[in-house]
């Protein structure tokens, strides 16, 4: 078979697309403006929130939000430090201090009772992610914070489409974060959004992402120092055409999903992806594999070393925010987080879009089987 390259992502662009964007770029108007505003109306309602405002990435969401809620030097932030994506780097980029916590060993999601340990009279906020697609524990979070009288923060930008207790992710925090840039199911290229029903919150998020021409002179604006963070009309375009057919896009990754539940069960002690009891719907933001204890964080480097050698691009999932070089001069160390590290020691991320084939599954899936048994570790992994 063609074993060309398979790549981790690939957009799934329609000619339509292409042609609505080819049109936006005829326009007067590339920046920010009507095509962002109409995609923010139709984001809102998609997910049931009063207002989206659309943003140049996740991080940048997620620190504006912070900024709106008036987090920043001196303040504590409890986060994760378990994800593909990095949004929360934007604590930092706040100047407060992000305090990690550990997470539940089979749904990859902030612990609640991990995060209430972590809490003092710094902390102003938890951030909690929907790890890969997985809503987190949202009930138990916001009693937390209730409790303790903080901002809950809600990280959607791996899982939109995923439903709790019959709810869509991004219906649940203060304020919850989106990101649209590779490999969500809805990517543009780059960009995000912030929801929230919170007409404060919303327009506070408006004056620090950017100033319309018309009001650079204004007063009262010019008391803000907006951060020339929005989205082009360009990629709202493309994200606005992606959202209004986002069922399909979503169907079209469960169908891959399905084929890769199918062969990678012929490994040898395999386990079902965990859903929690919770959840209703998990639309999984790339496919990870989770290998047994029998591995090592060096065997799976070798296994991804053995699929590069196939043309078959695959990743390790997470590299855990705490172990990275900035954090340590906040005292982050090596094993502080033990189910973070164990987790991300073992996951790896396998190709996972609209454009594979059944064949083409069961050839990933097939080199990863045979680049186990090289590597010595035998054939037992979990999903």
Known sequence: MDTTFFALNDPDILQSDLDAVAETLCSPRLS????????????????????????GSGTLGLLLALRAMGIGPGDEVVAPSHSYREITHAIALSGAKPVFADIDYWAGTLAPDKAAAKITDKTRAIVAGNSNGHPAAWDELRALATSHGLSLLEDSSEAIGSTYKGRPVGSFGDCAVFDFSQPGALA?????????????TASMLRRLRARKPQERSSVVLGGFLPLQAGMSDIAATLGLAQLRRIELLLARRKRVER????????FEGIK???????????????????????????????????????????????????????????GCRKGDLFVTEKVADRAVSLPFHAHLSEEQIAFIVGTMKDASINIGAGTAIYL
């Open 32 to 55: 920010m403006g009507v095509r962002v505003e109409e995609f923010e109306q139709e984001f809102a309602a998609f997910i049931g929130r009063k207002h989206a405002v659309a943003v």
């Open 188 to 200: 543009c290229g780059e960009g995000g959004m912030v929801v929230t029903d919170n007409d404060d």
């Open 272 to 330: 079902p992806p965990y859903i929690a009891p919770d959840v209703e719907n998990v639309h999984w933001f790339t496919f990870v594999v989770h290998l047994g204890t029998r591995f090592s964080r060096s065997s799976r480097d070798a296994i991804i070393e053995d699929l590069e050698k196939e043309k078959i691009e695959a990743q390790p999932y997470s590299a855990p925010l705490h172990l990275q070089r900035f954090y340590f001069d906040l």
């Open 259 to 266: 084929w890769y539940d199918e062969y990678v069960a012929a």
